[in-house]
Structures are given as C-alpha cells and as structure tokens.
C-alpha cells in the first residue's frame, strides 16, 4: 500500500511538475512524458511514447552526444547540467538543461533513465545576444584604435587621474615623444608649459566633469 502512495504520488509529481520530464526504457524508448515536456514540444504524450527519444526528437548534430548521455545514465552514471536542443512540432528550437538519471527497479537493476529538464531558450538567447554584441562591441573598439592611429592629428586621452592613456602615431610625431615613452606619465606636469598648466588643467577637469571644450588653443 505505501509503495503504491509513494508510486502515486510520484506519478502526480511528475505530471504537473513545470519542467519537462521524461523517462526512456533500456531501449531507448520513451516511457514517460510528463505535461511540460508535451507543451513544450507539441507531441502529446500519447504521440511521445514508445518512440526512441534520440532518433525522434533530437536533431542529428546532438545525436551522439545526446545517446552519449543516455547510455552513460543507463550504466549507472548520472549526468547533471547537459544542454542539448529539442525541435518542436512547429519547427522551433528549444534550448533544454538536462539531469540524466538512473532508474532503477526495488531489486537495483537498471530499467531504464529519468530526465528532468529545464527550459533554458530565453537564457540561450540571452548570451547569444550579448556575444554578439561583444563582437560588435570588439569591431568597434578596432575600428577606433585604427581610427585614431591614422588619423592625420595629434590625438591623446588621458584617465581620471590625468595620466596618458592614448596617444596616436601624430601626436608622437609633433612631440617627439613615442607612444611608449608618453603612455603613464601626466600629462600637464610632463607636456605643458607652466604658463599654461593652470588652463589646461581646467580644461581637463571640466572634462572629467562631463563638460566638453572646443577650440581651446
């Protein structure tokens, strides 16, 4: 009677669990499918059993790797944390993380394994938003270095603390001073005359402050 509750309430765990859940025989064959993995995929779970998992719902790139993860888990080793792509009824992509684990019967044999997953597309997409913008984010950083190289005036930047952080092949060409020999030093005490440290530092302090000057000689 109580491995019949416990049987029970198993069975009701998995249905109405907000994960997509799955459980595959020795074969390979699905044996559960839970409501989430039937939402998310569009194949009910009378569509869903007695189907080979790998063959029916994986793409052939994650094939292997994905029957790598069921074969080990059916040996007896569990896999935590695998992310693998399932193509629903519509054609679209569903990003999934996957646990893999080993079922087994009250005796211990291996009868099959249990998959639970979690619905990681908007996470998937998110990162590879954000790669691409780092990539556009790189390109343009390139395009900026190379802009500032070439370009046919002295050009420097300096930090928060006044000290050259930039200084363009011009601007070693009018001082005489190269890039390597500029880049640390302050700029004011280093390259301004003394005469103009004053000016020049408030220029740059109002820079610093957010307020940009043009045409300062």
Do not use: C, H, P
């Given at each position: 009677?109580?491995?019949?509750?416990?049987?029970?309430?198993?069975?009701?765990?998995?249905?109405?669990a907000n994960a997509p859940i799955f459980g595959i025989?020795?074969?390979?064959?699905?044996?559960?499918?839970?409501?989430?993995?039937a939402l998310i995929t569009g194949y009910s779970k009378v569509e869903a059993l007695g189907n080979?998992?790998?063959?029916?719902?994986?793409?052939?790139?994650?094939?292997?790797?994905?029957?790598?993860?069921?074969a080990r888990a059916l040996a007896g080793t569990n896999t935590a944390n695998y992310e693998f792509p399932i193509y629903s009824r519509g054609g679209g992509r569903?990003?999934?993380?996957?646990?893999?684990?080993?079922?087994?019967d009250v005796e211990?044999?291996?009868?099959?394994?249990?998959?639970?997953?979690?619905?990681?597309?908007?996470?998937?997409e998110q990162r590879a938003l954000a790669a691409r913008n780092n990539a556009r984010s790189e390109m343009a950083l390139s395009e900026l270095n190379l802009f500032i190289e070439s370009a046919n005036a002295p050009i420097f930047g300096i930090d928060p603390n006044g000290r050259i952080n930039e200084c363009n092949a011009q601007a070693a060409l009018i001082t005489g001073y190269s890039k390597i020999e500029a880049l640390g030093n302050n700029l004011v005490e280093t390259y301004i005359d003394d005469e103009y440290k004053a000016s020049v530092s408030d220029v740059l302090a109002r820079a610093l402050a957010g307020t940009n000057t043009a045409n300062y000689e």
């Open positions: 009677a109580r491995s019949e509750m416990a049987l029970s309430e198993l069975n009701l765990f998995i249905e109405s025989d020795s074969n390979g064959q699905i044996n559960e499918w839970n409501a989430q993995a080979n998992l790998v063959e029916t719902y994986i793409d052939d790139e994650y094939k292997a790797s994905v029957s790598d993860v069921l569903v990003e999934i993380l996957l646990n893999a684990t080993t079922r087994r211990g044999t291996i009868t099959g394994v249990m998959g639970v997953g979690q619905d990681i597309t908007l996470l998937v």
